[in-house]
């Protein structure tokens, strides 16, 4: 019997191969899955940067904070320094004349990521 799994976040996702069948009712895990669904983005730009605004995430899972991501050469990486816990975030370290790409994730209690958000694209004048 050979048993495989990868992980995404901190929900493990596992397959059995071989002669064995294998049923399973029901599993709970705890923390697993998505978290609140992916925030929609908005963003306008000023002399102060770039101000980004995202609808709260409520319902079963609703989101305790929000991580903010920007595209860079090699991807997109984290720019909140700490989690983000009100719906908007300013983006001050922006170049005048430069267009930027931005996601947001919603973080839930248990410290399980949504899938991000749409990418917006914001040029400051």
Known sequence: MVLGGSVRGSCPVFSL????ALTVSSIALSGCGSATSNPPLSGSASSYGVQLTWTEETGSDP??????F???TAGFVQINASPVTTTSYLDST???????GY????????GVQSDP???ITV???
């Open 17 to 20: 191969l071989g002669l064995f």
């Open 63 to 68: 989101a305790v904070s929000y991580n903010i």
């Open 70 to 72: 920007r595209e860079q």
């Open 94 to 100: 922006t170049a005048s004349g430069q267009t930027y």
């Open 103 to 110: 996601m947001v994730e919603s973080v839930d209690a248990d």
């Open 117 to 119: 958000s749409a990418t």
């Open 123 to 125: 040029s400051v004048p």
